[in-house]
């Protein structure tokens, strides 16, 4: 029970700084490739096509980069502690 609680802590810390620094990184190559800030994507000036575009390489980058953390998370929990976590959260990719 003891490990759960562990696990559940450490993967929630992990996962939060893991997920500001992938929306900054997102954001800072967005500028970096169309030279704009990212748009807002529930302002109706915002063409379809840009707000579509910002969802899909935001959800994309966030939802990879948490994959590949918490795989490497529990990879890094199992060789330290000998035993697989417990209780590992699925990835939810919202667009």
């Known amino acids: 029970m003891e490990q759960k609680l562990l696990w559940k802590v ?3 810390v992990v996962g939060a700084v893991t997920t500001i620094a992938a929306q900054k990184i ?3 190559a967005w500028k ?12 109706p000036d ?3 096509k840009v707000a579509v575009s910002w969802a899909i390489a935001s959800g994309v ?4 980069t948490q994959l590949l ?4 998370a ?8 000998g035993a697989a976590p417990s209780g ?5 990719l919202k667009i």
């Open 10 to 12: 450490y993967i929630g």
């Open 26 to 28: 997102v954001t800072t």
């Open 32 to 43: 970096v490739a169309t030279g704009d800030a990212p748009p807002s994507p529930t302002n």
């Open 46 to 48: 915002t063409p379809v």
């Open 61 to 64: 980058g966030v939802g990879v």
């Open 69 to 72: 953390v918490t795989r490497l």
């Open 74 to 81: 529990a990879r890094r929990w199992s060789n330290q502690t």
């Open 88 to 92: 590992i959260p699925g990835i939810k």
